[in-house]
């Protein structure tokens, strides 16, 4: 009887070890397999997969990672435009993240700005901003200000802003994250493509259209500079052109970047 005994308390002390061994190789498994989906643009596929590591991440007790699964299934989640679960994920990681030690990590921070991106699209503007602030604060105390991720920080507030028709706050916000893109990446960079097409948002929607087009065509030509002329990716930068020329009443030039945008 002491011989099964002792079997079963070594069995207990090999097995243990073990399988959480294969929970944490299994859980980077299905990580992997999420972001290879998410890549390919197969969104449903990605969400089991980062449900599955989510739910082993948490049974090994990595709470960071199981945080970074359900910001990973809500951002996929709010670029469906199912917005309620997508913050039924969020709000669960939130939880997670600050019953932790450190309630203002880099995760929670992430958690923040995905809800901040919900509310902005559910146009709870001040709900929004508050969360976009949050995870402002955390990446400026963790980051430093000449970070890509507290640029993102200030060109979601820039967006919430404008959306909320509060031009001048949004323009500030996205000069900020124009500002740190361009000591980063450089002027004719693709990182900072999207401060451009912030600040030509929000000045056409000031009526500012000369402006508006000085960053649209900045935006339009870096892209040209990353993906080469007659890219698809162009099109978009040619409405947006086109569609301040026709503010403009400028139909001549609004055709034409018509037919440029269609012809891609």
Do not use: W
């Not at 090994?60 to 910001?71: T, V």
């Not at 709000?91 to 600050?98: C, N, P, R």
């Not at 030690?101 to 700005?113: C, F, G, K, Q």
């Not at 909320?164 to 706050?169: A, D, R, T, W």
């Amino acid at each position: 009887m002491a011989r099964n005994i002792l079997f079963h308390i070594l069995f207990f002390v090999a097995y243990v070890p073990l399988t959480t061994a294969q929970t944490n190789i299994q859980a980077e498994e299905y990580s992997t397999i999420a972001a290879q989906h998410r890549k390919n643009l197969q969104p449903d596929s990605a969400i089991f997969f980062y449900e599955k590591a989510a739910t082993a991440y948490q049974a090994n007790g990595d709470l960071a990672k199981f945080i970074n699964a359900y910001n990973d299934i809500g951002i996929l989640l709010t670029r469906q435009d199912n917005y309620l679960k997508a913050k039924s994920y969020l709000e669960s990681a939130l939880a997670t993240g600050l019953s932790l030690p450190d309630t203002n990590s880099l995760e929670v921070a992430t958690t923040y700005l995905s809800l901040g991106v919900v509310y902005n699209a559910e146009e709870q503007y001040d709900q929004a901003l508050r969360y976009h602030h949050r995870a402002l604060v955390i990446r400026l105390v963790k980051l430093g200000e000449k970070h890509a991720d507290v640029a993102t920080c200030y060109g979601n507030i820039g967006n919430v802003h404008r959306n909320n028709k509060s031009y001048e706050k949004s323009i500030e916000a996205h000069e900020r994250a124009m500002y740190i893109r361009a000591e980063l990446f450089g002027a004719t960079s693709a990182e900072i493509i999207e401060s451009y097409v912030g600040l030509g948002n929000a000045y056409r929607e000031k009526k500012e259209y000369t402006t508006a087009l000085l960053y649209f065509e900045k935006a339009l030509n870096n892209k040209i500079i990353q993906r080469g002329e007659g890219h698809k990716d162009l099109s978009r930068f040619y409405k947006y052109i086109s569609d301040v020329y026709y503010l403009m009443d400028n139909k001549e030039q609004g055709d034409l970047y018509k037919e440029k945008a269609i012809k891609i």
